[in-house]
């Protein structure tokens, strides 16, 4: 596995298969059960990227890749043959000193990612933020969302440009380049939605254009340089107020999100529409008047839930839906990301607006309020800065995949929405996304991560030539926050399996990646889950079943002779805790949270799907280091600690023996060094794990037996209960379900792939 790490660290690439199938009839679903694609993250972050400031050279075949390290390059001639379409091209003259021992950086034979700073008539736009504030707020809840705007002000470049609105029973929309005195235009909550030519003629933005079309303009009131407005903004922060109307003790206070949403998106497009910019929508609870209405402001109508949902019972919920799709359909359209703080103890409407996010690759944050340290830090993270000072985050990028020709592209699943370019490469067969080799996603960070599915299309009888490999460009073009356009290109090459030798399809294994694989599954069974009338759980173990029957080892009805391949040894592990995780199981959770599960499974890369697949914990003790143990009941003891993380949170269990000489202040004696030392290791280690993450997980400290226990006890393997407690197990923790353990679970496996 560890040449399939150094490939991720250099390239941001993690294919299921690293040894291809030559045929259409070796690689088909009947077949190879597990699919091939590939996990790409386009602003990885590992080895170091070369940047370069001139143009790159494209291939003038049909295929339209760029200038790699596989090319074959005729020196004297200055000829490269591309490796997709085997097309002959003349080097550009600025290439004329080239040699074999003076060679580009791109054909460097370690160089297989590369960045181009693309400076032909492209004008340097810096990033616009666009606040969208909810003032129907406690009062503390409001001080605390003013302060962490403010403290985001000092985070943001004097030259980003910033906006403002906010929205209660009204919306309002400032104008910050006023500055004698705070001045906004008020839209009306309730209603139909406003179109964007009445915002648009209202707010008299944009530019004349061609045929009579409205331009985006820069320059306007609404949306100006934080350098310029710094102080205004900042004073109409220090002075925002709760939302004035009276609420009722048996109503909800009026809150128009859909009209606030709908607005932002509408002075987005025609000012810096094609631009990268954020869309921040800080909201505290459900739309309750206007379009995108959630549930009404009588609060003995309870929010929809997810037996609502089952029993087709949620009314506003199609509606809804609907009007949120359409804002995130506009908001791609213009490059434009929007990111939703959802912080209430009670539900917001995510499940609504999930696609707000998703189809603009826009960050979702889930918590109790904004005064939760969630929050304050998720929203701080995403201003983080690298070395040279700028953000960590590319806007408003464009993904094109280009295949060698036995390949085609089957689709993508993240977050991102579909840019509908038909080609050559797009492929007959469509997963998640497809009909298309281009996609938008208006945000990306380091961790961003999207889900590649290809079909192989070459013929049965027509063998590969020996030596040539498959081959996959990565083509992503995106806004850095200076405002320089970068192309981004990834090569990656694959050997073919000769299937038809004695191996067979065994061939494919000694390529298999089961962790890449395991996250690749959990977006498609999730993508299926939401969009077709699927068991989730019996899909997931009959691919489970059918994999292990074809690669698996064992004689006809006999499941004690079943061995599972070493390159799989750990998959079935994987799909047991998916299947009862909450990206599949809703059962406890609100809809909002399992679209806010599921948001975070398609936007992470292999390593973070895992951790929420197959949550990780480790054990403190006073006698040993830390060292990982089993996700199961038997790891929980009186004398140790505990660290889980579920991704979404980090838990510290304390043992009851470790909790009570705590409570006796033991850690605190000179002569209990040692103690005091075992107690901090694991908060230590855990602030580590929490500074890559964004949103930032729940963090909980707990004690054995105590309530909030509960969030240990639902992760792990059930192997101890109240009706099975081995006699191993005297001190480990009983776990009172009905739910089968991994032993039950590998046991009946074996018995259905054998049969």
């Keep these: 596995m560890d040449y399939l790490y150094q490939i991720e660290d250099r390239d941001g690439v993690r294919f299921s298969w690293n040894v291809w199938p030559s045929s259409r009839i ?19 972050r590992g080895s170091n990227v070369p940047m370069v400031f001139y143009e790159p050279v494209q291939c003038k075949g049909s295929c339209k890749t760029y200038l790699n390290p596989y090319c074959a390059v005729d020196f004297n001639a200055k000829i490269w043959i591309c490796p997709f379409c085997f097309q002959r091209n003349q080097f550009p003259p600025h290439y004329a000193g080239m040699s074999q021992t003076n060679l580009p950086a791109e054909l460097l034979p370690t160089v297989t990612t590369i960045e181009y700073v693309v400076t032909r008539n492209q004008p340097l736009l810096p990033p616009a933020f666009l606040f969208v504030v909810d003032t129907c707020l406690r009062q503390e809840e409001m001080k605390a969302v003013k302060d962490s705007l403010l403290q985001a002000l000092e985070l943001i470049p004097p030259t980003a440009c910033v906006g403002l609105i906010t929205f209660g029973t009204t919306v309002n929309v400032y104008e910050l380049a006023f500055s004698h005195y705070t001045k906004s235009y008020v839209f009306k909550g309730s209603g139909n939605d406003v179109p964007a030519e009445d915002v648009q003629r209202l707010l008299n933005l944009g530019q004349p254009g061609p045929a009579g079309k409205v331009q985006p303009n820069p320059n306007n009131s609404f949306i100006v340089p934080l350098q310029v407005a710094e102080m205004n903004i900042q004073t109409i922060f220090e002075e925002l107020q709760r939302d004035p109307r009276p609420v009722q003790n048996d109503k909800r206070p009026l809150r128009s999100t859909g009209i606030a949403v709908s607005v932002a998106i509408s002075l987005m497009q025609f000012t810096f529409g094609g631009s990268g910019g954020r869309i921040m929508v800080f909201t505290g609870g459900p739309p309750t008047q206007g379009p995108g209405l959630v549930v009404s402001e009588e609060l003995k109508e309870a929010i929809r839930s997810h037996h609502d949902l089952n029993k087709e019972q949620a009314k506003h919920v199609n509606k809804a839906t609907k009007f949120y799709d359409e804002c995130a359909i506009r908001a791609a359209r213009n490059g434009h990301a929007v990111d939703v703080f959802s912080c209430a103890l009670d539900q917001t409407g995510l499940m609504e607006m999930r696609r707000l996010c998703r189809e603009t690759g826009g960050l979702m944050v889930l918590c109790e309020g904004f005064e939760h340290e969630v929050f304050q830090k998720s929203l701080v993270k995403l201003f983080d800065k690298d070395e040279q000072g700028h953000l960590q985050m590319g806007l408003n990028a464009t993904l094109e995949v280009i295949p060698s020709r036995e390949l085609r592209i089957a689709g993508a699943i993240g977050n991102m929405t579909s840019l509908n370019v038909k080609n050559q490469h797009v492929g007959e067969t469509e997963i998640g996304l497809g009909g298309t080799a281009a996609w938008r996603a208006c945000a990306l960070d380091y961790n961003s991560s999207f889900g590649f599915y290809f079909e192989v299309v070459n013929a049965h009888g027509n063998p590969i030539p020996k030596g040539q490999n498959g081959m996959v460009q990565f083509l992503t073009t995106y806004q850095h926050p200076m405002g320089q356009k970068i192309l981004r290109v990834t090569t990656v090459a694959h050997t073919w399996a000769d299937t038809g030798s004695g191996a067979g399809l065994r061939a494919l294994l000694p390529g298999f990646d089961q962790e890449a694989t395991a996250a690749l599954m959990a977006r498609l069974v999730v993508w299926k889950q939401e969009r077709e009338d699927i068991n989730p759980i019996r899909w997931l173990d009959r691919h489970l079943i059918q994999l292990m029957h ?51 499974l398609l936007k992470e890369t292999v390593s973070n799907a895992l951790v929420m697949i197959q949550p990780t914990l480790d054990s403190y003790t006073l006698d040993n280091d830390p060292v990982p143990v089993l996700l199961s009941a038997t790891s929980v003891n009186a004398k140790n600690i505990l660290m889980l993380d579920t991704f979404f949170h980090i838990i510290i269990h304390y043992g ?69 407690q081995p006699a191993t197990t005297a001190d480990a923790q009983t776990v009172f379900t009905e739910d089968v353990n991994l032993q039950v679970f590998i046991d009946f496996l074996k018995k259905r792939v054998v049969e």
């Excluded at 750990?570 to 809703?586: A, E, K, S």
């Excluded at 006796?664 to 290791?681: C, D, F, V, W």
Aim: one cysteine or more.
């Design 26 to 44: 070796d690689a088909s679903v009947s077949r190879m059960v597990a699919p091939l694609g590939a996990m790409y993250t386009p602003l990885k």
């Design 550 to 600: 074809r690669f698996g080892d064992f004689r006809k009805n006999d499941p004690m002779s079943f061995q599972t391949p070493a390159e799989m040894n750990v998959y079935p592990q994987f799909m047991f805790y998916l299947r009862r995780g909450p990206l599949i199981q809703v059962f406890n959770n609100t809809p909002d949270e399992t679209v806010f599960f599921r948001h975070c």
């Design 656 to 724: 009851s023996a470790i909790a009570e000489w705590r409570r006796a202040g033991y850690h605190t004696q000179p002569e209990y060094e040692n103690l005091r030392e075992l107690l901090e290791m694991p908060v230590g280690d855990a602030e580590e794990l929490m500074k890559d993450r964004n949103p930032l997980p729940m963090y909980v400290e707990c004690d054995q037996n105590t309530s909030q226990a509960r969030f240990l006890i639902a992760s792990l393997d059930p192997d101890v209960t109240h009706k099975a």
